[in-house]
């Protein structure tokens, strides 16, 4: 979400990740507390800060904070949630960059304006935000955050229209990227996804309130109905009226994130009508196919390539066992930037199962490498509980290119397999195999023939460099940009 720096934070683990969720609600009377339970269901989604805003027919309210939905948000600690009263609510988990953890740059987002108060959420990055924001600046605008989601607020400002509906119109229509965003008005409550469809955005109903929210899983918490997708370029008004369904913005080639499927979602939503656990065993079949293995044990790297590593097993016919346990109770807090204190994390995280693992040849089933460092150490954590074989095999493509469409990736020349081979990679790793799925293999594996060129399905850009919307900011050399903010 931040312009300023798209650079992982040195203290996470080895993983992408998704860097935030929203979540909305027209209708009821317990607005924020539905929303408190929607944002706890998205909570791996963004974990670093979260935010509600609440609207009661006069007021807006409103309560932000770093940390998780559940630290900011305990009813039994105090009455936060009792203060923001109102029938619609909007909310947003967090996952910073390095440099963008500051308490201003917390959403939602909110401004008065001459029509009233406008607060937003934004799940996604908009790839012209620094080139917009210097426009913005040179004209007059003053700037709170270094989030490009305050960008939009700014084009809002400036519109001369007479609705609310097309001054966010007006203002999306001068972006480019990714995106999907809940605003939160006097009237309603407004969800766009941007017209590539690239982050999720689906519409339920509980009772007769409306909500809108990053994934499934978050209808299901609050038990709303499923409606359906909201439709890539989508404007979708929830106010007294119901529900009003617009297409303002040009038309574009679909393009959704394909990571959602092997990493981002949770397990037991449904996203774009596929299960995403469905989906990762699929691939994990698919990856046992193109490259099988003679070993006596399937054992994922948890939790998320669990689903991978059953399909895997399934397809094998070989055994399934969690020969790693993870630790669910230790905070990113804990891993420093030393290699020596990152290794101890890994550690805190993971041990191995040596019942599962001592005198076996293991293939290890992970969803994806990106810098590496979680996997060399657990190769060695495998060995030391004797096994007498340790195979790797990854649930997607190489990661070789930075993403810009919302998602915290390492710059590229930190990405393992941009700079190795496969060959070199499984040398680093120190295991006596290592094989990704490839990119048609991916594809078969989600109902495709393989990967059209001309036209594939998804956004794969981290994988093949295919970038479906251009990252002006990157292109204009803006990368690294550190945007000022006192903190």
């Not at 499984?426 to 023939?449: F, K, N, Q």
Request: aromatic share 8%.
């Amino acid at each position: 979400m931040d312009p300023a720096s798209y650079s992982t934070n040195p203290y996470d683990d080895d993983h992408l990740h998704e860097e935030c969720a929203v979540f909305g609600i027209y209708g009821t009377k317990d607005a924020a507390i539905q929303t408190v339970l929607g944002l706890h269901a998205l909570q791996h989604r963004g974990q670093e800060a979260v935010g509600i805003v609440s609207f009661d027919g006069a007021n807006f309210h409103a309560h932000r904070g770093a940390g998780h939905v559940g630290h900011n948000f305990d009813a039994r600690r105090s009455n936060v949630v009792e203060r923001l009263i109102g029938h619609a609510a909007i909310g947003h988990t967090r996952y910073s960059t390095t440099g963008g953890d500051a308490s201003q740059n917390i959403q939602p987002l909110f401004a008065d304006f001459s029509f009233g108060g406008l607060a937003v959420c934004h799940n996604g990055n908009l790839t012209n935000a620094l080139e917009l924001r210097r426009g913005l600046v040179e004209a007059g605008a003053i700037f709170q955050s270094t989030t490009d989601t305050e960008t939009v607020l700014h084009l809002t400002a400036q519109s001369r229209k007479s609705s609310v509906r097309d001054r966010i119109t007006e203002a999306l229509s001068q972006v480019e990227g990714a995106f999907s965003f809940i605003y939160l008005t006097h009237s309603g409550v407004i969800g766009i996804r941007d017209p590539r469809g690239v982050r999720p955005l689906v519409l339920g109903q509980v009772g007769s309130a409306w909500v809108l929210a990053s994934e499934t899983c978050a209808l299901d918490v609050v038990g709303a109905q499923f409606v359906r997708d909201v439709a890539p370029g989508e404007m979708i008004i929830l106010d007294e009226n119901g529900v009003t369904s617009l297409f303002p913005f040009r038309k574009a080639e679909k393009r959704f994130c394909v990571f959602e499927y092997i990493y981002f979602s949770r397990p037991d939503s449904i996203v774009e009508g596929i299960s995403t656990y469905g989906a990762r065993k699929a691939i994990g079949a698919e990856l046992a196919r193109e490259y099988p293995v003679d070993a006596d044990v399937v054992v994922p790297i948890p939790d998320s390539s669990v689903p991978a590593a059953i399909g895997f097993a399934e397809s094998s016919q070989l055994p399934f066992e969690l020969g790693i346990i993870r630790s669910h109770y230790v905070g990113r807090t804990f891993i420093q930037p030393t290699d020596e204190q990152r290794n101890l994390g890994v550690k805190m995280k993971h041990n191995s199962n040596r019942a599962m693992l001592e005198g076996r040849r293991v293939v290890l089933v992970d969803d994806s490498i990106v810098r590496g460092t979680t996997s060399k150490e657990i190769v060695r954590m495998v060995r030391a509980a004797g096994a007498t074989e340790v195979h790797m095999r990854i649930a997607s493509p190489p990661t070789r290119h930075s993403c810009f469409y919302g998602v915290d990736t390492p710059e590229r020349h930190k990405l393992l397999a941009s700079r190795m081979s496969v060959e070199e990679i499984r040398r680093y790793l120190e295991a006596d195999s290592l094989a990704y799925v490839s990119i048609d293999g991916l594809y078969r594996a989600m109902g495709h023939d393989g990967r059209d060129s001309e036209s594939p399905a998804y956004c794969d850009a981290c994988f093949t460099g295919d970038y479906p919307i251009a990252p002006t900011d990157h292109l204009g050399g803006s990368a690294g940009k550190q945007l000022t903010l006192l903190t």
